[in-house]
């Protein structure tokens, strides 16, 4: 019974986001009838002590960089840098590419470190304009984006800087650039397959005669300028957001150490643990820089501008980080109750220890609708019988790294994931007219752990 109640809540939750009601009402709602099915008195409590906790913990963290995200976005958009890079590459590769294009400018954004929720306010401009110029319809534009920040940079290929590589690191003893070879394999299958599907989904709607659309929300303003900005400067803030948000990291540890202490005047000094917070500190700081970079080289197109578009862009942030700050209290009120025990201890009983642990972190992402908590969890609880069964089996233990940073960002994009919705409220769709195409990219995603797995057992190859 506990089971299914676990199973009800997350089915309900699915179900709301799939029919366009607003999570940040009814994550609390579907967890805390969880709760009530499974202990009345809880309800209070676990609404307080669990879900409020993980909700706040979230937007303390995270809301800058959502907010300084949706403003970066927001500047490229009013400065037409966004307009000159689309065209500057529609120039070189040609407009039948657009989705190839959005696809390689999200994979370099994640794989230099920056933020899946930054991309999605970094890219959509430059998505928007190039989709619109490509004539292709606007509603595949999140399942691109999908494809290049959720995927194969996120968790794939090795040394990549994204926390769902990181996480295993410290349960395995090993290294963000694990198994190499099957991150790479794995990578390549995902981006083959993707693009296969995406070019197909847009033949489809050229023979159909459907173009960008009308009467669309969210759209970015387009650029009246006659003359745009040179490409290459247009490109500058990008290039800076990537490599300083590698060059504050080590920076900050330079300066603070693991951990650095505040002095206050009459009270307790304020502890900084420096290794959860440096990724984010790094990020903001890069952030900033680019607003600024933007601002020096395009201050007179923008400054118009400025004042209703930063209000957009605030508004966009707060509705993003309260719609995933909501999600990821949900999974902490799951991760909670009974019923999430038993799904756990029957995950246990699969013999295989890669197919064991693939469809436990596959699983457990899923329940929670976040790739990070559910392989936090599922490794957290799990990690010791994997490391035993590989052990025995012969299997190192980079190889489970591998396999679980990719099974982690498999089904987590489920439709009540937060980077799902976060996606979708940027782009100004809904999951019914777009969540198609992020399935399918989920489907891809998860079947290339078992690729993987496979190469692995066929040539010992990692």
């Avoid at 909700?55 to 403003?71: E, N, S």
């Avoid at 993707?194 to 159909?208: D, K, N, T």
């Amino acid at each position: 019974m506990s089971f299914l109640i676990v199973l009800a809540a997350l089915v309900l939750l699915m179900f709301v986001a799939y029919r366009g009601y607003s999570v940040i009402l009814f994550a609390p709602v579907a967890a805390l009838l969880a709760v009530l099915l499974t202990e009345p008195s809880w309800v209070p409590p676990m609404f307080t002590g669990v879900f409020m906790d993980k909700l706040v913990g979230f937007v303390k963290l995270y809301f800058p960089v959502f907010l300084l995200g949706a403003v970066f976005g927001k500047v490229i958009e009013l400065s037409g840098f966004s307009k000159s890079i689309v065209a500057a590459v529609i120039d070189v590769v040609g407009r039948g590419r657009a989705m190839l294009s959005i696809v390689i400018v999200c994979a370099v954004l994640t794989y230099g470190g920056v933020s899946l929720f930054v991309v999605v306010f970094a890219v959509y401009p430059f998505a928007a304009e190039m989709f619109r110029q490509s004539n292709i319809p606007k509603r595949l534009i999140p399942g691109t984006i999908a494809l290049g920040a959720f995927t194969f940079t996120m968790d794939s290929l090795p040394g990549t800087p994204q926390i769902q590589n990181i996480i295993p690191t410290t349960f395995f003893k090993t290294t963000t650039w694990a198994a190499p070879w099957l991150g790479v394999f794995g990578a390549l299958f995902i981006l083959a397959m993707g693009m296969l599907y995406l070019e197909s989904r847009r033949r489809r709607a050229l023979a159909a005669g459907e173009g960008y659309g009308s009467n669309l929300l969210n759209e970015p303003e387009p650029y009246e300028a006659e003359k745009l900005p040179h490409p290459l400067i247009a490109l500058l803030p990008l290039v800076l957001v990537g490599v300083l948000n590698r060059v504050f990291t080590d920076l900050i540890y330079a300066h603070y150490g693991q951990t650095h202490q505040l002095p206050l005047t009459g009270g307790k000094p304020v502890v900084t643990e420096i290794s959860k917070i440096a990724a984010v500190w790094a990020v903001e700081g890069a952030l900033l820089v680019g607003i600024l970079t933007v601002l020096v080289f395009a201050f007179p197109r923008v400054k118009s501008k400025f004042a209703d578009g930063s209000k957009a862009a605030i508004a966009g942030a707060l509705l993003a980080a309260m719609n995933t700050a909501s999600e990821y209290g949900f999974g902490g009120v799951i991760a909670a109750l009974p019923g999430f025990t038993v799904i756990a201890d029957a995950l246990r009983g699969i013999p295989n220890p890669l197919i064991n642990e693939a469809i436990t972190v596959s699983a457990l992402a899923g329940i929670t609708g976040s790739a990070s908590g559910g392989m936090s969890i599922a490794l957290a609880a799990m990690a010791d019988t994997f490391i035993q069964s590989a052990n025995a089996a012969g299997i190192p233990l980079e190889v489970l790294h591998r396999v679980a940073s990719m099974a982690s960002g498999g089904m987590d994009t489920l439709p009540h994931n937060g980077a799902v919705i976060t996606l979708l409220a940027v782009t100004g769709l809904t999951h019914k007219q777009s969540y198609g195409d992020i399935f399918a990219i989920t489907l891809i995603k998860t079947a290339a752990v078992f690729v993987v797995i496979g190469i692995y057992y066929l040539t010992g190859i990692y």
